[in-house]
């Protein structure tokens, strides 16, 4: 077990829905990161907050977007949803730098 | 071409035998190098890391970096069928966080 904690586990929606994904970072982790893995694309580096401030951005889509929040959580919003969307999404926690990521379970979003 | 490559596999080796995965790479500014074990359907799991060119040994596990090839190689010695997963090997510059991810290997060591 990382400490890391993402919720919802699955996640199944209709396209042109919305939906949120939620992580809990590790206890003391100031920096969370957003991925999306296909089996087409790999592991993709979608965003990363820094102790509430946005720090880098992948490629993330105009139609996502991210916060972390005061108590560290975040939340990786998903909207206008298409087939190509559905995917494992990983959130990671790390205490500042990114060399040492620890990931959460995933949340597998299924778009129909 | 990608920023970082690697051979999807599937690799396949008995028990005992030593491994060797490799990545390569074509940013020259990659200074941290990284590698991950994903279990199917899990999240990945840090191995180790290294900095710059060298060596890190941890176990059964051995990490390279070769800066001047541009090429990274992690070797596990003696494997073990609990070693069957896909590795990711990762890379990211000194002064930026984002951290780009190889496609993976997958691994099957064969009892």
């Known amino acids: 077990d990382s400490g890391v904690t993402q919720t919802p586990k699955h996640l199944i929606t209709a396209t042109g829905q919305r939906v949120t994904l939620r992580c809990s970072p590790r206890s003391g982790d100031l920096s969370v990161y957003w991925y999306q893995q296909s089996l087409d694309q790999g592991l993709q580096f979608l965003i990363q907050?820094?102790?509430?401030?946005?720090?880098a951005k992948g490629n993330i889509l105009e139609r996502f977007s991210a916060q972390q929040f005061p108590d560290l959580h975040s939340e990786l919003n998903l909207s206008s949803l298409e087939l190509g969307d559905s995917a494992l999404y990983f959130c990671?926690?790390?205490?500042?730098?990114?060399?040492?990521?620890?990931f959460g379970p995933g949340t597998r979003l299924t778009v129909l | 071409q990608k920023e970082v490559e690697q051979d999807p596999g599937p690799l396949s080796v008995p028990e005992g035998a030593i491994v060797s995965l490799n990545c390569t790479y074509s940013?020259?500014?990659?200074?941290?190098f990284m590698w991950y074990r994903q279990y199917s359907r899990k999240g990945p799991e840090l191995l180790m890391y290294?900095?710059?060119?060298g060596n890190k040994e941890d176990g059964r596990f051995t990490a390279q970096v070769d800066k001047s090839s541009k090429y990274i190689s992690l070797f596990i010695r003696d494997s073990q069928p609990s070693d069957s997963a896909t590795y990711l090997c990762?890379?990211?510059?000194?002064?930026?966080?984002?951290?780009?991810f190889g496609p993976g290997t997958s691994l099957s060591v064969i009892p």
């Open positions: 907050y820094y102790n509430g401030e946005e720090r």
């Open positions: 990762a890379m990211r510059e000194t002064s930026y966080d984002k951290v780009i």
């Open positions: 940013n020259s500014a990659f200074q941290y």
């Open positions: 990671a926690s790390s205490f500042i730098r990114s060399n040492e990521q620890f």
């Open positions: 290294t900095y710059s060119s």
